[in-house]
């Protein structure tokens, strides 16, 4: 306990030679695990725990018996970087395997790991340390940095750059063709614009399992620096997404629309094109965002209005049927009274 | 037509001696065929249809001159039970293909069919006559029971458990690491939490085509029991659904909620982070669901309120143009009254 | 510039002489490429472009100095045209690669290119200049035309049909069952609905990445000729998307619906089983489409009504609290009134 307390500058309540073996949730914890108070949601697990240590908010007081705790300012993080010591990130022998398909063209690294069933076109180049799993694909001219984990059946196309210490969950897509047609009406047909652009996900980034990055149409679609995008995510051509931002399982961003710095998109938010989203603005879950956000909005709601404004809504609409009920007592009330007025 | 009627224990009306070679639907069904009567939105198909036998409820009594008849109190599950005798599951020579990739510190069971291109890493299991298909991926150490069909192109990372009977889609990811960071304003980044829980499919169940349930945290995601996920569904971390729940294409459930059993959640429809879904509720297409949801209830809307109150308010809604204006115009009544009085 | 104008029937207005080697966006065009100019959004960028030559719509007057202009009446499709000049499609050396699997009972034509770790199965047919990309799986005696492209990781299941000049883009999954079951209370279970029908797409056809189209429960789910369907999209058993529809990302549809001819879905879209939406009819972002549709309608909102209806409701709905608190003190005030008349 006290060394780990100590790589996450905590600070010990208890025991601190009790050993840990590993960590787990509050309420599957074991006497020999590690586990973490940040949720109130979670108090009850908290007071029921088994846990041997319990990572805690430093200004949390009660602390009763049971485990040794640990305070630190924030649990969640103290929580991963202990994680993270039990279980570095995953690793192969470094080399291509005999049955992946490397082109002779392509550069990788003599530390990367490419397992059987992986393909590398020609041309493309694969950092040092990089893990390429069975099924990944990376296409002509595409380079991928060091430290990269690329996971079961992923896919990047032709010509995108990938960053350093970047995470490709399976089943996503990077540099599939932007959707853009040009209607030509006397044949008539949608022409395909050809999308000739490219994809940059810039280092740190994590792309979700089932997520789409287009292609843009010219230029690039960016994925900023330490962002993290969930899974079955749209992100569609030309689009710029900012350092640090966060977006949420099933969103969808539109053509040419641009997330600031940290921003946040929930689940299922849908932004049309062409738009900005402000650096720190928050979109709460399944909103419809059709017109630029200022910086450090919180939104909600289709189309998106302030998120507190939101909530009023939310809360009146329920009684729509009622408040139409009442208008048109109030207008028989009303009608009634100059009637009498005339009488 | 007797043989099949007896089958699904129901009733002939007409000629039972009347052989079948196949099934199909009322309107493309020949007079060799067989097929079904259930919703009666398709009673003009009824009419018209040319097939050879028609499964009809027990309760329909004007059956006219054409097909022959049969009476069962489910139409549908008749129906499917008999289209599973014309249709058995798909079945492959048993044994490895020698352009599969399976670790040799993998176990597959004799029995199972695994096709060229697919891979299987070390400690991974494959239970028997299970069938997995080109571009399939099991993980180390995941366990896949029997008779299931691993669709081309799914993915099962590793260290996750797969019951018996359970099928899964093309493009599906099961144990893709859940969305966990934890800010470090430090640095400042989004730290990766390790997801170091697994997943847990059990019987029955069966995945859509790109549909993603992603890892715990720690301990456990589970789909239970005969529950069935349709395409595109997001399930996230640490999310429970329980045994013969039904969840619609494009549907998400946010981390660590919990479904009970028996609940329905329709097409594109969001549920947030750690609540709970009682049992046999029903949540209509695109809801939001934002608190916990009581047994039994069927629930719309977003926020999702109950189904017949949403009905009310989306029947109101559209006026909502002419309720403002109808206000407006009783206030300068009001106002006109009051002149008066005072004058 | 003057051969890429007569190329589009444009007109010159500048240097015809001047040589173009590239296209490109407004923004990042240099002095040797070619851009476009459609919408007025942008009109900023095309005051300072640094493009050598720049499509403009034929009605545009102030043509200031700076590129050479090329007016067309439609400046985005001209783009698409030139882009296709400099841009051809993806192509390969033709035959089959020694790495990927190709059953002895498939029938490759010889100008296709069968890229390694691509698979296709017993009876299956790829015709002319096809180009199949490693991780494509190609089912049992399923059909794909020619000049097709199959994207890395898209999976074909048995028995459907792909027509010529269809693009299948990575992750995409034509054929899964659709999701049918039939419960079955004795046991119980959701009893599994075979799905025997399959997947028809016609001619010209894109299929974006991870979308899902379905196969029949029994007869066909049909795409038609010349539909662009965006990344994510959810194409539900037997349903039939009219010729030149269009359906942005993440919308979905479900089971036996029709959309008509030249249909517009936008992103996020849902549309209810068994219902039709009209030719030409266009749906707006995020709409819950629950009923038929008449042709040429343009609909938004959940559940969906007319769009100018529904900017109006949209316009009206944030004030819904302002309006509750209006209608209560109309109420006092009538009370008021009636309280005095009474005395």
């Known amino acids: ?101 490397v082109h002779e063209a392509a550069r990788v690294h003599p530390t990367a790991s490419v397992l059987a069933g992986a393909c590398i076109e020609a041309g493309a180049q694969v950092g040092a340390r990089t893990l390429v799993y069975p099924g990944a694909y990376i296409g002509e001219r595409s380079i991928v ?96 997404v900012g350092p640090l931002s966060i977006v949420c399982a099933q969103a969808g961003v539109s053509g040419s629309s641009e997330l600031g710095s940290g921003v946040v998109l929930a689940g299922q938010v849908g932004v049309v094109g062409h738009i900005k989203v402000g650096d720190m603005a928050r979109v709460g879950a399944q909103s419809g965002v059709a017109q630029d956000v200022p910086a450090g909005a919180t939104i909600s709601g289709t189309p998106a209005i302030d998120h507190r404004q939101w909530l009023r809504v939310a809360a009146v609409q329920p009684e729509l049927g009622k408040i139409l009920r009442e208008l048109r007592e109030l207008r028989s009330r009303v009608q009634a009274l100059m009637d009498k007025r005339e009488a």
Chains 1, 2, 3 share one sequence.
């Not at 787990?24 to 940040?38: C, D, M, P, Q, W």
């Not at 040009?182 to 940059?200: I, L, N, W, Y």
Request: charged letters at 20%.
């Open 1 to 101: 306990v006290g060394d780990l307390a100590s790589h996450v500058g905590g600070e010990v309540v208890g025991n601190a030679a009790l050993p840990i073996s590993g960590v787990s949730g509050l309420s599957e914890a074991k006497s020999s695990e590690l586990s973490f108070f940040a949720n109130p949601r979670y108090r009850k697990q908290l007071k029921s725990t088994q846990a041997g240590a319990v990572l805690v908010p430093s200004q949390l007081t009660e602390l009763g018996p049971g485990p040794v705790w640990i305070r630190v300012s924030n649990p969640h993080l103290a929580f991963a970087k202990i994680c993270a010591l039990f279980y570095p990130r995953p690793q192969r022998k470094p080399g291509v395997d005999a049955r992946a398909s």
């Open 145 to 240: 940095g060091d430290d990269c984990i690329l996971y079961p059946n992923c896919t990047i196309r032709e010509d995108c750059q990938v960053g350093s210490r970047v995470i490709l969950h399976s089943g996503c897509v990077i540099g599939a063709d932007g959707f853009g047609f040009a209607f030509d009406a006397s044949v008539p047909e949608h022409f395909k614009v050809p999308q000739v652009g490219t994809v940059r996900i810039e280092d740190d980034v994590e792309v979700g399992a089932c997520t789409c990055v287009d292609r843009a149409a010219t230029g690039e679609t960016v994925i900023g620096r330490g962002s993290k995008i969930d899974n079955l995510v749209q992100i569609a051509h030309n689009v710029r």
